[in-house]
Protein backbone atom coordinates (compact mmCIF):
# COMPACT_ATOMS: atom_id res chain seq x y z
CA UNK A 1 0.00 0.00 0.00
CA UNK A 2 1.49 3.10 -0.63
CA UNK A 3 1.04 5.21 2.61
CA UNK A 4 1.81 8.55 1.75
CA UNK A 5 -1.20 8.30 -1.16
CA UNK A 6 -3.07 6.68 1.76
CA UNK A 7 -2.32 9.95 3.75
CA UNK A 8 -3.72 12.51 1.50
CA UNK A 9 -6.52 10.46 0.85
CA UNK A 10 -7.07 10.52 4.79
CA UNK A 11 -6.86 13.94 5.20
CA UNK A 12 -8.90 15.25 2.17
CA UNK A 13 -11.72 13.31 3.29
CA UNK A 14 -11.48 14.45 7.08
CA UNK A 15 -10.97 18.51 5.37
CA UNK A 16 -13.74 18.07 2.23
CA UNK A 17 -16.08 15.38 3.25
CA UNK A 18 -15.96 15.53 7.28
CA UNK A 19 -15.84 19.10 8.00
CA UNK A 20 -12.83 18.96 9.94
CA UNK A 21 -10.67 21.92 10.65
CA UNK A 22 -7.05 21.83 9.85
CA UNK A 23 -6.50 22.07 13.45
CA UNK A 24 -8.59 18.83 14.23
CA UNK A 25 -7.42 17.24 11.49
CA UNK A 26 -3.17 17.52 12.57
CA UNK A 27 -4.48 16.72 16.35
CA UNK A 28 -5.76 13.21 14.74
CA UNK A 29 -3.35 12.49 12.71
CA UNK A 30 -0.95 13.45 14.90
CA UNK A 31 0.99 16.16 12.84
CA UNK A 32 1.35 19.96 12.66
CA UNK A 33 -1.62 22.56 11.08
CA UNK A 34 0.67 23.45 8.82
CA UNK A 35 1.68 19.78 7.42
CA UNK A 36 -2.22 19.50 7.00
CA UNK A 37 -2.14 22.47 4.97
CA UNK A 38 0.73 21.10 2.70
CA UNK A 39 -1.15 17.90 2.06
CA UNK A 40 -4.14 19.17 1.02
CA UNK A 41 -1.93 21.19 -1.29
CA UNK A 42 -0.72 18.01 -2.71
CA UNK A 43 -3.74 16.56 -2.93
CA UNK A 44 -4.81 18.87 -5.23
CA UNK A 45 -1.78 18.97 -6.90
CA UNK A 46 -1.70 15.05 -7.39
CA UNK A 47 -5.37 15.06 -8.98
CA UNK A 48 -6.20 12.96 -5.99
CA UNK A 49 -8.96 16.20 -4.98
CA UNK A 50 -11.16 17.62 -8.05
CA UNK A 51 -12.78 20.90 -6.71
CA UNK A 52 -15.92 21.99 -9.10
CA UNK A 53 -17.09 24.89 -8.78
CA UNK A 54 -20.93 25.42 -9.96
CA UNK A 55 -21.15 28.79 -11.86
CA UNK A 56 -24.64 27.97 -12.86
CA UNK A 57 -25.99 31.82 -13.69
CA UNK A 58 -22.61 33.12 -12.14
CA UNK A 59 -20.61 34.87 -14.81
CA UNK A 60 -17.67 35.30 -13.52
CA UNK A 61 -15.38 35.29 -16.32
CA UNK A 62 -17.56 37.87 -18.53
CA UNK A 63 -17.78 39.85 -15.82
CA UNK A 64 -13.85 40.88 -15.44
CA UNK A 65 -13.89 40.84 -19.37
CA UNK A 66 -16.33 43.92 -19.40
CA UNK A 67 -14.65 45.06 -16.43
CA UNK A 68 -11.03 45.34 -18.13
CA UNK A 69 -12.47 46.46 -21.26
CA UNK A 70 -14.61 49.31 -19.78
CA UNK A 71 -12.20 50.39 -17.42
CA UNK A 72 -14.94 49.79 -14.78
CA UNK A 73 -14.41 49.14 -10.97
CA UNK A 74 -17.12 46.43 -11.00
CA UNK A 75 -19.50 44.61 -13.06
CA UNK A 76 -22.29 41.93 -12.20
CA UNK A 77 -24.63 40.20 -14.42
CA UNK A 78 -27.53 38.58 -13.97
CA UNK A 79 -29.30 36.05 -15.85
CA UNK A 80 -32.70 36.93 -16.78
CA UNK A 81 -34.01 33.82 -19.30
CA UNK A 82 -35.25 32.30 -16.24
CA UNK A 83 -37.84 32.99 -13.36
CA UNK A 84 -39.12 36.69 -12.27
CA UNK A 85 -39.33 39.55 -14.93
CA UNK A 86 -36.13 40.88 -15.97
CA UNK A 87 -36.30 44.38 -14.44
CA UNK A 88 -37.31 42.92 -11.10
CA UNK A 89 -33.92 40.40 -11.05
CA UNK A 90 -31.62 43.23 -12.25
CA UNK A 91 -32.93 45.38 -9.34
CA UNK A 92 -33.01 42.84 -6.73
CA UNK A 93 -29.34 42.46 -7.69
CA UNK A 94 -28.53 45.93 -7.62
CA UNK A 95 -30.16 46.08 -3.79
CA UNK A 96 -28.26 43.48 -2.66
CA UNK A 97 -25.09 45.08 -4.07
CA UNK A 98 -25.59 48.14 -2.58
CA UNK A 99 -26.38 46.45 0.71
CA UNK A 100 -22.68 45.28 0.34
CA UNK A 101 -21.00 48.40 -0.66
CA UNK A 102 -22.92 51.62 0.99
CA UNK A 103 -20.71 52.97 3.09
CA UNK A 104 -21.73 54.66 6.62
CA UNK A 105 -22.79 58.30 6.36
CA UNK A 106 -22.88 58.06 2.29
CA UNK A 107 -24.88 60.83 0.23
CA UNK A 108 -26.57 58.91 -2.69
CA UNK A 109 -27.60 60.87 -5.80
CA UNK A 110 -30.76 59.34 -7.08
CA UNK A 111 -32.14 58.94 -10.19
CA UNK A 112 -35.87 58.28 -11.96
CA UNK A 113 -37.55 55.62 -14.07
CA UNK A 114 -39.38 52.63 -13.66
CA UNK A 115 -35.96 50.62 -13.06
CA UNK A 116 -34.57 52.66 -10.35
CA UNK A 117 -37.74 52.58 -8.25
CA UNK A 118 -37.94 48.65 -7.98
CA UNK A 119 -34.48 48.77 -6.07
CA UNK A 120 -35.96 49.72 -2.88
CA UNK A 121 -38.52 47.15 -2.29
CA UNK A 122 -35.98 44.41 -2.15
CA UNK A 123 -33.48 46.27 0.27
CA UNK A 124 -33.26 44.86 3.64
CA UNK A 125 -32.61 47.43 6.81
CA UNK A 126 -29.49 48.40 7.12
CA UNK A 127 -30.56 51.81 9.66
CA UNK A 128 -27.03 51.98 11.15
CA UNK A 129 -25.11 53.37 8.37
CA UNK A 130 -26.80 57.15 8.60
CA UNK A 131 -27.72 57.04 4.53
CA UNK A 132 -28.84 60.25 2.73
CA UNK A 133 -30.67 59.77 -0.53
CA UNK A 134 -31.01 62.98 -3.08
CA UNK A 135 -32.75 63.68 -6.58
CA UNK A 136 -30.91 64.00 -9.09
CA UNK A 137 -33.38 65.58 -11.07
CA UNK A 138 -36.94 67.38 -10.41
CA UNK A 139 -40.33 65.97 -11.23
CA UNK A 140 -41.79 64.41 -14.22
CA UNK A 141 -45.01 65.77 -16.01
CA UNK A 142 -47.53 63.47 -15.12
CA UNK A 143 -45.73 60.19 -14.67
CA UNK A 144 -46.48 57.92 -11.78
CA UNK A 145 -45.41 59.24 -9.05
CA UNK A 146 -43.37 56.50 -7.77
CA UNK A 147 -41.15 57.03 -10.93
CA UNK A 148 -39.68 60.70 -9.62
CA UNK A 149 -35.87 60.89 -8.36
CA UNK A 150 -37.63 62.69 -4.96
CA UNK A 151 -40.00 59.67 -4.26
CA UNK A 152 -37.56 56.80 -4.91
CA UNK A 153 -35.04 58.86 -2.49
CA UNK A 154 -37.83 58.70 -0.31
CA UNK A 155 -38.54 54.89 -1.07
CA UNK A 156 -34.75 54.29 -0.22
CA UNK A 157 -34.29 56.57 2.97
CA UNK A 158 -37.46 54.41 3.86
CA UNK A 159 -35.71 50.94 3.43
CA UNK A 160 -32.36 51.81 4.95
CA UNK A 161 -33.28 53.75 7.85
CA UNK A 162 -31.77 57.04 6.60
CA UNK A 163 -32.65 60.56 5.20
CA UNK A 164 -33.95 61.71 1.98
CA UNK A 165 -33.80 65.62 0.08
CA UNK A 166 -37.23 66.80 -2.27
CA UNK A 167 -36.35 68.37 -5.40
CA UNK A 168 -39.12 70.80 -5.29
CA UNK A 169 -38.92 71.44 -9.08
CA UNK A 170 -40.07 70.13 -12.46
CA UNK A 171 -37.64 68.34 -14.55
CA UNK A 172 -37.94 70.42 -17.33
CA UNK A 173 -39.13 74.08 -17.90
CA UNK A 174 -39.85 76.27 -20.71
CA UNK A 175 -36.72 77.92 -21.25
CA UNK A 176 -33.06 78.78 -19.94
CA UNK A 177 -34.37 81.90 -18.09
CA UNK A 178 -37.35 79.86 -15.95
CA UNK A 179 -34.37 77.56 -15.15
CA UNK A 180 -31.87 80.27 -13.78
CA UNK A 181 -34.81 81.36 -11.89
CA UNK A 182 -35.23 78.46 -10.30
CA UNK A 183 -31.90 76.89 -9.60
CA UNK A 184 -30.81 79.97 -7.46
CA UNK A 185 -33.93 79.54 -5.22
CA UNK A 186 -32.14 77.90 -2.38
CA UNK A 187 -33.73 74.93 -1.49
CA UNK A 188 -33.68 73.81 -4.83
CA UNK A 189 -29.32 74.79 -4.74
CA UNK A 190 -29.18 73.07 -1.59
CA UNK A 191 -30.55 69.84 -2.90
CA UNK A 192 -29.22 70.13 -6.12
CA UNK A 193 -25.06 70.56 -4.60
CA UNK A 194 -26.18 67.70 -2.00
CA UNK A 195 -26.33 65.58 -5.00
CA UNK A 196 -23.46 67.00 -7.05
CA UNK A 197 -21.51 66.39 -4.07
CA UNK A 198 -22.55 62.65 -3.33
CA UNK A 199 -20.30 59.65 -2.72
CA UNK A 200 -22.41 57.25 -5.03
CA UNK A 201 -24.70 57.67 -8.12
CA UNK A 202 -27.61 55.00 -8.46
CA UNK A 203 -29.50 55.30 -11.92
CA UNK A 204 -30.86 54.04 -15.30
CA UNK A 205 -30.57 54.71 -18.71
CA UNK A 206 -33.10 54.85 -21.14
CA UNK A 207 -33.32 54.58 -25.13
CA UNK A 208 -35.96 57.84 -25.80
CA UNK A 209 -37.05 56.67 -29.46
CA UNK A 210 -38.31 53.61 -28.58
CA UNK A 211 -41.91 52.54 -28.56
CA UNK A 212 -43.61 53.59 -24.84
CA UNK A 213 -40.23 54.81 -23.83
CA UNK A 214 -39.93 56.27 -20.02
CA UNK A 215 -38.92 59.13 -21.16
CA UNK A 216 -42.24 59.46 -23.88
CA UNK A 217 -44.72 58.59 -21.06
CA UNK A 218 -43.02 60.95 -18.24
CA UNK A 219 -45.84 63.71 -19.68
CA UNK A 220 -42.62 66.08 -19.14
CA UNK A 221 -40.74 66.20 -23.13
CA UNK A 222 -43.02 67.45 -26.01
CA UNK A 223 -43.90 65.83 -29.41
CA UNK A 224 -41.34 68.35 -30.92
CA UNK A 225 -38.48 67.37 -28.48
CA UNK A 226 -38.74 63.66 -28.86
CA UNK A 227 -39.25 64.45 -32.99
CA UNK A 228 -35.37 66.50 -32.36
CA UNK A 229 -34.22 63.46 -30.40
CA UNK A 230 -35.32 61.51 -33.41
CA UNK A 231 -33.36 63.35 -35.60
CA UNK A 232 -30.39 63.79 -33.40
CA UNK A 233 -29.76 59.66 -33.55
CA UNK A 234 -30.33 59.76 -29.07
CA UNK A 235 -30.24 56.26 -28.44
CA UNK A 236 -29.02 57.08 -24.39
CA UNK A 237 -31.06 58.89 -22.02
CA UNK A 238 -28.95 59.34 -18.71
CA UNK A 239 -31.25 60.40 -16.25
CA UNK A 240 -32.53 62.83 -18.58
CA UNK A 241 -29.67 65.37 -18.05
CA UNK A 242 -27.65 64.39 -21.18
CA UNK A 243 -28.70 62.60 -24.10
CA UNK A 244 -25.89 60.79 -26.69
CA UNK A 245 -26.22 59.35 -29.53
CA UNK A 246 -24.35 56.20 -30.86
CA UNK A 247 -20.82 57.42 -31.11
CA UNK A 248 -21.49 58.75 -27.49
CA UNK A 249 -21.43 62.72 -28.38
CA UNK A 250 -24.05 64.56 -26.38
CA UNK A 251 -27.10 65.76 -28.49
CA UNK A 252 -30.58 67.84 -27.84
CA UNK A 253 -28.36 70.38 -25.68
CA UNK A 254 -31.62 72.57 -26.70
CA UNK A 255 -33.48 70.25 -24.32
CA UNK A 256 -30.93 69.32 -21.71
CA UNK A 257 -30.56 73.28 -20.96
CA UNK A 258 -33.92 73.80 -19.71
CA UNK A 259 -33.47 70.27 -17.18
CA UNK A 260 -33.42 71.19 -13.14
CA UNK A 261 -30.97 68.83 -12.56
CA UNK A 262 -27.42 68.31 -11.94
CA UNK A 263 -25.28 68.79 -15.21
CA UNK A 264 -22.99 65.87 -16.74
CA UNK A 265 -19.91 67.18 -15.88
CA UNK A 266 -21.14 66.76 -12.32
CA UNK A 267 -22.90 63.29 -12.71
CA UNK A 268 -19.40 61.75 -13.64
CA UNK A 269 -17.22 63.16 -10.82
CA UNK A 270 -19.52 61.28 -8.44
CA UNK A 271 -17.26 58.67 -7.41
CA UNK A 272 -19.31 55.28 -7.43
CA UNK A 273 -21.28 55.64 -10.61
CA UNK A 274 -23.66 52.63 -10.46
CA UNK A 275 -25.56 51.97 -13.51
CA UNK A 276 -28.71 49.28 -13.31
CA UNK A 277 -30.04 48.49 -16.64
CA UNK A 278 -31.63 45.48 -18.46
CA UNK A 279 -33.43 44.84 -22.08
CA UNK A 280 -32.28 44.02 -25.57
CA UNK A 281 -33.48 47.76 -26.32
CA UNK A 282 -30.69 49.38 -24.32
CA UNK A 283 -27.68 47.54 -26.01
CA UNK A 284 -26.21 50.41 -27.68
CA UNK A 285 -27.61 52.61 -25.08
CA UNK A 286 -25.67 51.31 -22.20
CA UNK A 287 -22.55 50.66 -24.47
CA UNK A 288 -22.63 54.59 -25.20
CA UNK A 289 -23.08 55.78 -21.66
CA UNK A 290 -20.11 53.44 -20.85
CA UNK A 291 -18.08 55.22 -23.89
CA UNK A 292 -19.32 58.61 -22.36
CA UNK A 293 -17.65 58.06 -19.25
CA UNK A 294 -20.59 57.79 -17.02
CA UNK A 295 -20.30 54.69 -15.49
CA UNK A 296 -18.09 53.08 -12.62
CA UNK A 297 -19.97 50.30 -11.48
CA UNK A 298 -22.68 48.24 -13.98
CA UNK A 299 -25.39 45.67 -12.81
CA UNK A 300 -27.25 44.64 -16.19
CA UNK A 301 -28.65 41.25 -18.08
CA UNK A 302 -26.54 38.83 -19.81
CA UNK A 303 -28.18 39.94 -23.12
CA UNK A 304 -26.12 43.57 -22.77
CA UNK A 305 -23.39 41.90 -21.01
CA UNK A 306 -23.13 39.48 -23.94
CA UNK A 307 -23.14 42.51 -26.54
CA UNK A 308 -20.75 44.22 -24.72
CA UNK A 309 -17.93 41.38 -24.45
CA UNK A 310 -18.41 41.17 -28.85
CA UNK A 311 -18.46 44.51 -29.46
CA UNK A 312 -15.57 46.87 -30.41
CA UNK A 313 -15.32 49.48 -27.60
Not at 243 to 248: H, K
Request: proline share 2%; net charge neutral.
Amino acid sequence: MDMNRRMLVQVSKMYYEDDMTQQQIAERVNVSRMKVSRLLQKAKDEGIVHIAINYAGIYLELEKRICQKYQLKDVVIVDTSLGAAAKEQVAAAAAYYLELCLKKDATIAVGWGTTIRQIPQYIHSINSRNLIFSPIIGGHGQSELDMHATMIAANFAKKTGGKSLSLNAPALVADKGEKNILIRDGQIKDVLDCSANADYAVFSLGNPVVQDSSISKSGYISEDDLEDLKKAGAICDVVSLTFLNEAAEVCCKNITDRCISINPSQLKAIPGKICVVESEEKKKTTKAALKGGFIDVLITDLVIAEYLDTEMV
